[in-house]
């Protein structure tokens, strides 16, 4: 990840910490028309083809503009939802094939009748009824041992004393209602065709429903018993029941199912469903004007459109006409961006890894309107809320602002719709200023009210100007609705990651670092007390300068009170920090190139502390620009002292890096300035002034201001703010009565001594 950053994002090692490094002219202006490139590209690569009506503004129920004649003859497609019913229409109505095994019937009547031939007379034998069955068993085996012991037992007491008369109408009925079942079809079970398209079947050329047909498992589960009970001969429930058991034995299936015939005539009945709902010839009108909008109408227009766009993308040069057009306009949208970055914004236009930034949250908020579209989404799903609010506090006000109207024009423009454009642009214009103040994580709740708000009255609005049904318009309000109320919650989880990933710092994060009770400040000013006081009031100058060019009052607020964190590890070598130890300095017993050296270490022990802490790279990048390559002159001008000529400067300057932005300035000038002001003897307004413009001209004829984008006129301004601070921290006392005896006694004696 670190060697992504640093390739991407400009970034370099020193030792264990990564510092902007500044890029060439000419390496910058590559990086940005490759960017400018690229997002063109992804973006005319998302922009539709032009399409020859605006189906969007014929929303059902409204109505329309203008008549709409047909160019020429086309036809308009069936939708998949419609082919698909028409098609599950047309396989029920193919029926089941079923097909007949005559020999069934023949061979279980001749069964049937053979086994009476042989059980009749054996039963009539007078014999016991032990004897009687030992005989059919032998005789009958596979019939017989079917049969339970009472169905068994029930036969041979019924025919056993019966009449020949009755035995007689007893085979004959058993015979016919066996012959019934296999004139009408026996089947082995109705549920497959119950569970197919059509409960229709067909037996030959006949077609009849499945339940007219017997079921054999139907006749074994007990369907005999109504059959047979029709019959007054045999009335008896256990005779009944005994010819329920002999009759299941010869009850099989004769009908089967011709699955290969049935499935065929059925996909020939779906292929044969037509594709087109509706021809247009030339010049037939396919709306008139006022008339109210129906989906056929719809319909139509979607399928002229996209005959026209196929047309237009099977000629080579036409499709790359589109593509240059929609380029042309995705251009023209970029640059006109990017000169508002180079004109307003500069520290972003030449920031890659802030250009990055914004390259992506276009990509992406295009890529989501994209995918909505191509899936036929509701579009006010698509969250351009979500990217203003990242970019404005990312960023500043003003680009997120202007973002919003360039991000809500292309979305306008794919989904061709003016509307969609507007009300996209003004929400997030609402979102913008939501959030341009946010200091606390809990204010995001406000543009949780003030999106849905301005969601559903702009959708509402820009609806009834097209006459929608209220009842559309509820339902187009929703989605709106919704990203409303996920964009700020978004929001908050998205703030992290992108902090980290393109190191910028938000006011959020500002204002938990400027609590004095953290870790770090309350071990500053435990450890050097004078720093910390310094750093205080280092602040509030930084503050009212920052105020006063338009900068960012919190980062310079926070930047000071870690600007010099590294003097914690040798407090005592500075000389804010030497008076709780009596005065004494220790560089009076070191030479000037040591104690350089140890000067100079704060910067470096500072951004150690900065990262084991866990600051945001915008303070760590304070610490050492806040010195910029200033030469310490104290040690400098002893080496002088001592070594003579031999001195170099250069060896006693700061590392650098000079201030790279409008607050780091503003941190030297309200280092030098605070430190300066305190060894005035005379504090007057007019010293005071002197002093400021005395240091301020220093470091800008010194070249250490060169890097910032501080104007002249900036100058004069901080100037003018330090003023009143400063006044404020060094101001003057009236004598105490004590200091007034005291100072006349020590004059009266001076004057006696004299």
């Given at each position: 990840?670190?060697?992504?950053?640093?390739?991407?994002?400009?970034?370099?090692?020193?030792g264990?910490?990564?510092?902007?490094?500044?890029?060439?002219?000419?390496?910058?202006?590559?990086?940005?028309?490759?960017?400018?490139?690229?997002?063109?590209g992804?973006?005319?690569?998302l922009?539709?083809?032009?399409?020859?009506?605006?189906?969007?503004?014929?929303?059902?129920?409204?109505?329309?503009?203008?008549?709409?004649?047909?160019?020429?003859?086309?036809?308009?497609?069936?939708?998949?939802?419609?082919?698909?019913?028409?098609?599950?229409?047309?396989?029920?109505t193919?029926?089941t094939?079923?097909?007949?095994?005559?020999?069934?019937?023949?061979?279980?009547?001749?069964?049937?009748?053979?086994?009476?031939?042989?059980?009749?007379?054996a039963?009539?034998v007078?014999?016991?009824?032990?004897?009687?069955k030992?005989?059919?068993?032998?005789?009958?085996?596979?019939?017989?041992?079917?049969?339970?012991?009472?169905?068994?037992?029930?036969l041979?007491?019924?025919?056993?004393?019966?009449?020949?008369?009755?035995?007689?109408?007893?085979?004959?009925?058993?015979?016919?209602?066996?012959a019934?079942?296999?004139?009408?079809?026996?089947?082995?079970?109705?549920?497959?065709?119950?569970?197919?398209?059509?409960?229709?079947?067909?037996?030959g050329?006949?077609?009849?429903?499945?339940?007219?047909?017997?079921?054999?498992?139907?006749?074994?589960?007990?369907?005999?018993?109504?059959h047979?009970?029709?019959?007054?001969?045999?009335?008896?429930?256990?005779?009944?029941?005994?010819?329920?058991?002999?009759?299941?034995?010869?009850?099989?299936?004769?009908l089967?199912?011709?699955?290969?015939?049935?499935?065929?005539?059925?996909?020939e009945?779906?292929?044969?469903?037509?594709?087109?709902?509706?021809?247009?010839?030339?010049?037939?009108?396919?709306?008139?004007?006022?008339?109210?909008?129906?989906?056929?109408?719809?319909?139509?227009?979607?399928?002229?459109?996209?005959?026209?766009?196929?047309?237009?993308?099977?000629?080579?040069?036409?499709?790359?006409?589109?593509?240059?057009?929609?380029?042309?306009?995705t251009?023209?949208?970029?640059?006109?961006?990017?000169?508002?970055?180079?004109?307003?914004?500069?520290?972003?236009?030449?920031?890659?890894?802030?250009?990055?930034?914004?390259?992506?949250?276009?990509?992406?908020?295009?890529?989501?309107?994209?995918?909505?579209?191509t899936?036929?989404?509701?579009?006010?799903?698509?969250?351009?809320?979500?990217?203003?609010?990242?970019?404005?506090?990312?960023?500043?006000?003003?680009i997120?602002?202007?973002?919003?109207?360039?991000?809500?024009?292309?979305?306008?423009?794919?989904?061709?719709?003016?509307?969609?454009?507007?009300?996209?642009?003004?929400t997030?214009?609402?979102?913008?200023?939501?959030?341009?103040?946010?200091?606390?994580?809990n204010?995001?709740?406000?543009?949780?009210?003030?999106?849905?708000?301005?969601?559903?009255?702009?959708?509402?609005?820009?609806?009834?100007?097209?006459?929608?049904?209220?009842e559309?318009?509820?339902?187009?309000?929703?989605?709106?609705?919704?990203?409303?109320?996920?964009?700020p919650i978004?929001?908050?989880?998205?703030?992290?990651?992108?902090?980290?990933?393109?190191?910028?710092?938000?006011?959020?994060?500002?204002?938990?670092l400027?609590?004095?009770?953290?870790?770090?400040?309350?071990?500053?000013?435990?450890?050097?007390?004078?720093?910390?006081?310094?750093?205080?009031?280092?602040?509030?100058?930084?503050?009212?300068?920052?105020?006063?060019?338009?900068g960012?009052?919190?980062?310079?607020?926070v930047?000071?009170?870690?600007?010099?964190?590294?003097?914690?590890?040798?407090p005592?070598?500075?000389?804010?920090?030497?008076?709780?130890?009596?005065?004494?300095?220790?560089?009076?017993?070191?030479?000037?190139?040591?104690?350089?050296?140890?000067?100079?270490?704060?910067?470096?022990?500072?951004?150690?502390?900065?990262?084991?802490?866990?600051?945001?790279?915008?303070?760590?990048?304070?610490?050492?620009?806040?010195?910029?390559?200033?030469?310490?002159?104290?040690f400098?001008?002893?080496?002088?002292?001592?070594?003579?000529e031999?001195?170099?400067?250069?060896?006693?300057?700061?590392d650098?890096?000079?201030?790279?932005?409008?607050?780091?300035?503003?941190?030297?000038?309200?280092?030098?300035?605070?430190?300066?002001?305190?060894?005035?003897?005379?504090?007057?307004?007019n010293?005071?002034?002197?002093?400021?413009?005395?240091?301020?001209?220093?470091?800008?004829?010194?070249?250490?201001?060169?890097?910032c984008?501080?104007?002249l006129q900036?100058?004069?301004?901080?100037?003018?703010?330090?003023i009143?601070?400063?006044?404020?921290?060094?101001?003057?006392?009236?004598?105490?009565?004590w200091?007034?005896?005291?100072r006349?006694?020590?004059?009266?004696?001076?004057?006696v001594d004299?």
């Amino acid at each position: 990840m670190n060697a992504l950053k640093s390739r991407w994002f400009g970034l370099k090692s020193r030792g264990r910490h990564s510092l902007p490094r500044p890029w060439r002219p000419h390496s910058l202006l590559a990086f940005r028309i490759a960017l400018t490139a690229i997002v063109v590209g992804l973006l005319t690569y998302l922009s539709p083809y032009q399409r020859p009506y605006n189906v969007a503004q014929l929303r059902v129920g409204s109505s329309a503009q203008e008549r709409i004649k047909a160019p020429f003859l086309f036809h308009v497609p069936k939708s998949q939802v419609e082919l698909d019913r028409e098609r599950l229409d047309a396989t029920t109505t193919i029926p089941t094939i079923l097909h007949r095994d005559p020999l069934v019937q023949d061979q279980q009547m001749a069964r049937l009748d053979s086994v009476f031939s042989v059980m009749v007379p054996a039963i009539r034998v007078q014999m016991a009824d032990s004897l009687k069955k030992k005989h059919l068993q032998r005789e009958l085996p596979r019939v017989i041992g079917s049969l339970s012991v009472n169905a068994l037992s029930t036969l041979i007491a019924v025919l056993s004393n019966a009449s020949e008369p009755y035995v007689k109408d007893f085979q004959a009925i058993c015979l016919q209602i066996l012959a019934n079942f296999y004139t009408t079809g026996l089947i082995a079970s109705k549920q497959p065709v119950l569970q197919s398209p059509s409960p229709q079947v067909r037996l030959g050329n006949r077609e009849q429903h499945v339940e007219t047909l017997y079921s054999e498992i139907g006749l074994k589960q007990g369907d005999f018993i109504s059959h047979i009970q029709a019959y007054r001969t045999i009335s008896d429930r256990d005779a009944v029941e005994a010819v329920h058991e002999l009759l299941n034995l010869f009850a099989i299936s004769d009908l089967t199912i011709d699955e290969t015939e049935t499935a065929r005539l059925r996909s020939e009945a779906r292929r044969g469903v037509a594709s087109i709902k509706r021809i247009f010839a030339k010049d037939d009108i396919i709306i008139d004007k006022n008339a109210k909008v129906t989906q056929d109408h719809v319909d139509a227009l979607d399928a002229l459109a996209d005959r026209i766009a196929k047309e237009q993308t099977s000629h080579p040069i036409r499709r790359l006409i589109q593509m240059v057009a929609a380029a042309t306009i995705t251009g023209f949208l970029i640059f006109v961006f990017g000169y508002f970055l180079a004109t307003r914004e500069q520290t972003t236009f030449n920031q890659p890894s802030q250009l990055i930034l914004l390259a992506l949250m276009t990509i992406a908020t295009a890529s989501i309107a994209s995918y909505i579209k191509t899936h036929e989404l509701d579009i006010y799903l698509v969250p351009t809320p979500l990217a203003a609010m990242l970019v404005t506090i990312l960023l500043t006000q003003q680009i997120g602002l202007v973002f919003s109207f360039v991000i809500a024009f292309f979305v306008g423009n794919l989904f061709s719709d003016f509307y969609v454009a507007i009300t996209c642009a003004l929400t997030s214009a609402v979102a913008v200023f939501a959030v341009r103040h946010v200091r606390h994580r809990n204010q995001f709740y406000r543009s949780m009210i003030f999106l849905p708000i301005s969601y559903t009255l702009l959708i509402a609005a820009a609806d009834l100007l097209r006459f929608v049904p209220p009842e559309q318009i509820y339902a187009h309000a929703l989605p709106g609705i919704f990203i409303g109320v996920a964009a700020p919650i978004l929001t908050i989880g998205l703030l992290p990651i992108f902090e980290s990933l393109f190191h910028l710092t938000t006011d959020i994060t500002l204002l938990e670092l400027s609590d004095l009770n953290r870790p770090l400040l309350r071990e500053l000013a435990i450890r050097a007390p004078g720093t910390y006081t310094h750093s205080l009031i280092m602040a509030n100058l930084s503050e009212s300068a920052a105020e006063a060019i338009s900068g960012n009052p919190l980062l310079a607020r926070v930047g000071c009170y870690y600007h010099d964190i590294g003097k914690m590890i040798k407090p005592e070598y500075f000389r804010e920090n030497q008076g709780l130890r009596g005065g004494r300095n220790p560089h009076d017993h070191l030479t000037p190139n040591m104690s350089m050296l140890i000067i100079a270490s704060h910067v470096k022990d500072g951004l150690e502390l900065a990262e084991e802490h866990g600051l945001p790279q915008s303070i760590c990048d304070l610490i050492p620009e806040h010195h910029g390559t200033t030469v310490i002159e104290v040690f400098y001008n002893r080496a002088v002292e001592l070594g003579g000529e031999s001195v170099r400067k250069d060896d006693f300057r700061y590392d650098g890096p000079r201030p790279q932005t409008k607050v780091g300035g503003i941190l030297m000038l309200a280092d030098s300035v605070e430190s300066a002001a305190r060894t005035l003897p005379e504090r007057t307004p007019n010293r005071v002034r002197q002093l400021v413009r005395n240091i301020i001209q220093q470091k800008f004829t010194g070249g250490e201001l060169n890097e910032c984008a501080l104007t002249l006129q900036d100058l004069h301004k901080i100037e003018d703010s330090f003023i009143p601070v400063l006044m404020g921290t060094l101001h003057g006392r009236v004598d105490y009565p004590w200091q007034t005896t005291d100072r006349k006694w020590r004059a009266m004696h001076t004057t006696v001594d004299n």
